[in-house]
């Protein structure tokens, strides 16, 4: 049975990454997924309660933002539309692709963030060898998979899910030669926890859209796969055995993770997402009746200033110390975790036009989930436990997710006809 601090320790992490998440969808891609990715990790972090995790609390947050990153080359535009079809083999292979497009996210991220907590000054990972391994297996898999076999899971779109596949192979490969068993637990969660929020989000959609209920169930969708993904990697850190590692920070590994996560992400999000032509076209429908220019120029500029602002106060702040050492405080963690979160919301508020306008009412929403997250997250300390590697019982879970995907396949068939956006794999 799993502990009440526990439980409510793991669905705050995921409602963090599912919030995140469904953030994620107004920017899409690798810096969407990497910003929505590095508030997971650091609130599982703050979760813990533990010094020596505050110590690489940045390094962790950098890790969980790569391995979901990764995740965004893939196109699954085409996959969410199988499932929106009429017969049971094209619905049950969208959502069976799902599965696997979301445990590759997650098996991705969970094991990057798996293998930084073990990581050490007496032990450090081998990140440079971990690098090379896994762009091999990415272009060996993609090659064979895709040019060889033409096992194409969306044509004509891309199939960069080959090359994902193939990383993730190596990773694990990695972590098992290394014996990072923990490591292995937290990617094998996260993965299957995330394949699953995405298949069962794609039915919610579905199910959403069959309703006539106007609302943005392509959001419900995103919050799933984050909000499951986020459940499994906390899930599976605080279900693992973690030695303690050093309780202090060497400033200089500090820089690079800093630049990368405070400067990095928001401005390429900011220079990928806020474009006039989007801009204008949202803005107009939004509210015919502000000067559109005008607005949008203050948009650009007020988002702009913001990651500016945010992330020198912050590099200021973690860099000003001449001491070599130092240690982070869970106080400052969490005033960090919530002005970066609280960004990324204004982020999506921003160029939703959310603040003058109701018609995107799922952004007040995310606000909600800010507050609780907010005011209940210095409060939780989960209870650590080690449960190791079960094989068999996951074999026995994976069977049953498969079964259970295709009851969800039976019952979206027959709640609905034809639906906007349905695709077709297999005539």
């Not at 010094?51 to 965004?72: H, M, P, V």
């Not at 068939?413 to 956006?421: A, N, P, V």
Request: hydrophobic share 50%; with cysteine.
């Amino acid at each position: 049975m799993m502990n009440r601090p526990l439980l409510l320790s793991i669905v705050l992490a995921g409602m963090s990454f599912g919030t995140a998440w469904a953030v994620r969808g107004q920017f899409g891609h690798e810096q969407g997924a990497a910003w929505a990715g590095a508030v997971g990790g650091l609130a599982i972090v703050l979760l813990s309660k533990r010094q020596d995790w505050y110590a690489k609390a940045f390094q962790l947050t950098l890790a969980s933002a790569i391995g979901w990153g990764i995740g965004g080359i893939i196109s699954y535009g085409k996959v969410v539309g199988y499932g929106r079809g009429l017969d049971f083999g094209n619905v049950y292979y969208g959502l069976a692709m799902l599965f696997v497009i979301g445990g590759l996210f997650g098996l991705i991220g969970g094991g990057l963030f798996g293998l930084t907590l073990a990581s050490s000054r007496a032990k450090p990972a081998n990140w440079p060898q971990l690098l090379v391994e896994m762009t091999a297996g990415a272009i060996i898999f993609y090659y064979f998979l895709i040019e060889e076999m033409g096992w194409l899971m969306t044509p004509p779109r891309s199939e960069a899910w080959a090359a994902c596949f193939g990383m993730t192979v190596a990773l694990l490969w990695h972590m098992i030669r290394h014996k990072q068993y923990a490591a292995i637990r937290v990617a094998v969660m996260a993965g299957f926890a995330a394949g699953f929020g995405f298949a069962f989000g794609n039915f919610l959609q579905v199910m959403g859209h069959s309703s006539g209920i106007k609302f943005n169930f392509w959001n419900v969708m995103e919050y799933s796969i984050g909000f499951f993904g986020g459940i499994g990697m906390a899930y599976g850190t605080f279900t693992s055995k973690w030695e303690v590692t050093e309780t202090d920070s060497n400033r200089n590994s500090l820089i690079a993770p800093l630049l990368l996560v405070l400067l990095a992400f928001p401005l390429i999000v900011w220079d990928q997402s806020f474009e006039t032509d989007r801009l204008t076209e949202i803005f107009k429908n939004a509210s015919p009746l502000v000067d559109i220019a005008l607005t949008v120029e203050n948009v650009q500029w007020i988002s702009f200033l913001l990651a500016i602002a945010f992330g020198g106060y912050w590099l200021y702040h973690y860099l000003k110390t001449r001491s070599l050492y130092l240690k982070l405080s869970s106080d400052s963690l969490y005033i960090y975790f919530l002005s970066y979160f609280g960004m990324y919301i204004s982020y999506s508020i921003l160029i939703t036009a959310a603040f003058m306008s109701l018609y995107r009412i799922e952004q007040y929403l995310y606000i909600c989930n800010f507050l609780v997250i907010a005011f209940t997250i210095k409060k939780l300390t989960p209870a650590f436990t080690d449960r190791g590697l079960n094989i068999n019982r996951w074999t026995v879970n994976f069977l049953f997710a498969l079964a259970f995907l295709a009851i969800l396949t039976a019952l979206a068939i027959s709640s609905h006809g034809e639906l906007h956006g349905a695709q077709v794999r297999f005539e």
